[in-house]
């Protein structure tokens, strides 16, 4: 807009100044043409936007030469169209072209001044220059907006990228809760049905842990599904949990197991204790399901820097590097295990030899979150 109206305030200036008829008509013919380009070639693309632009540039050419030196101010602001609109090297071949022109007409008396040569060269550098740091800005400003585009895409992929990635975290703590509560209870209950099979005497005794088992499952599913905090932990300890969950592992499997506290309980966060008692309650029935324990100790342990909770069994143990490549899902339950103690900072150690036991050790740093 500056552009355009610098151009029809000096072509009025110099039919002002000149104040002749030719001059009239020759102001009337440019400024017409000029307005002819602002309003129809604008949005037509760059061909008809040069041709526009080298008819502009003739026509003050010729108006400067052959009728008035008082159009020869207009070489400004057609210095910047062309630069503008043309090629650099086109353009800055114009400009020099324009230069020359403005210099000539401003020498109508055949008297040559210093000025009128310096005035239009420094015009035109001032032009090329100003054009020069346009077209950086314009290419960065292009750049930048490529790069901010780019920028967007990226974020968005990285949005979906973690919407996914929480997915599947959510899968996996899911499938774990599933394996370390209602999987294990059925567990159980499979368990009890089969010893009322044998006992048909204690079947009462079975029966009312099966539906103790069961309802606790499904309490458990529906706490699941609506994210509350696991019911082993509501209005108790996490101490009184782990024991309540070794007493019920031995009922419902026979074997004898024992728990033991060692040091002043300190409360914990809730995802750490909840991850504890998930532990003890898989490697529980690991070693009544698989190991063929006859008895367990179950020891959980507040040392000065950290929590341990450690699970011994004189089961048939197992070769501990075979687990990472089994394919029947037996090593399911250690990998839970791992994961869960993993998401707390903590660590597991798995100690075991064929025919001589295993012992599981769930260690969590304090401090840890």
Not at 54 to 69: D, E, F, I, K, Y
Not at 130 to 145: D, V
Not at 272 to 286: D, I, K, P, S
Request: proline letters at 4%.
């Amino acid at each position: 807009m500056g552009l355009h109206g610098l151009f029809l305030v000096l072509t009025v200036v110099a039919v002002l100044q000149a104040d002749t008829g030719v001059a009239l008509v020759a102001g009337g013919a440019l400024a017409g043409w000029y307005l002819v380009g602002i309003v129809f070639i604008g949005d037509r693309g760059s061909g008809y936007a040069i041709t526009w632009v080298a008819v502009l540039t003739l026509g003050w050419a010729a108006v400067t030469m052959t009728s008035t030196p008082d159009f020869v101010w207009l070489a400004f602001p057609l210095f910047f169209l062309n630069l503008v609109l043309l090629p650099p090297l086109i353009g800055i071949s114009v400009v020099v072209v324009v230069t020359a022109v403005a210099i000539v007409g401003l020498d109508r008396d055949g008297t040559l001044e210093i000025g009128e040569v310096v005035g239009p060269a420094i015009g035109a550098s001032v032009a090329v220059v100003s054009t020069m740091a346009y077209r950086a800005l314009a290419s960065e400003h292009h750049r930048t907006q490529q790069l901010l585009a780019e920028l967007g895409e990226t974020r968005g992929r990285l949005v979906a990228a973690e919407r996914e990635k929480g997915a599947l975290i959510e899968r996996r703590r899911l499938a774990r809760e599933v394996h370390d509560t209602i999987a294990q209870g059925l567990s159980s209950i499979i368990l009890l049905t089969r010893a009322a099979a044998l006992a048909p005497a204690d079947s009462q005794a079975a029966m009312d842990q099966i539906g103790e088992i069961a309802k606790d499952n499904l309490d458990e599913a529906r706490r699941i599904v609506s994210a509350l905090s696991p019911q082993d932990l509501e209005g108790g300890t996490l101490p009184m949990a782990v024991e309540q969950a070794t007493l019920v592992a031995g009922e419902a499997s026979g074997v004898d197991t024992d728990f033991c506290l060692v040091g002043d309980p300190s409360p914990l966060p809730v995802v750490q204790e909840l991850t504890l008692l998930r532990v003890a309650q898989g490697a529980l029935a690991n070693a009544s399901q698989h190991a063929k324990a006859r008895h367990v100790q179950v020891t959980l342990s507040y040392l000065e820097d950290r929590t341990t909770l450690d699970i011994v069994d004189d089961g048939i143990g197992f070769a501990t590097e075979s687990v990472a490549t089994r394919t029947d899902g037996s090593g399911f339950g250690l990998q839970v295990m791992r994961d869960r103690l993993n998401e707390v900072a903590g660590s597991l150690t798995i100690e075991s030899t064929p025919e001589e036991g295993t012992a599981i050790v769930a260690s969590i740093p304090w401090r840890e979150t």
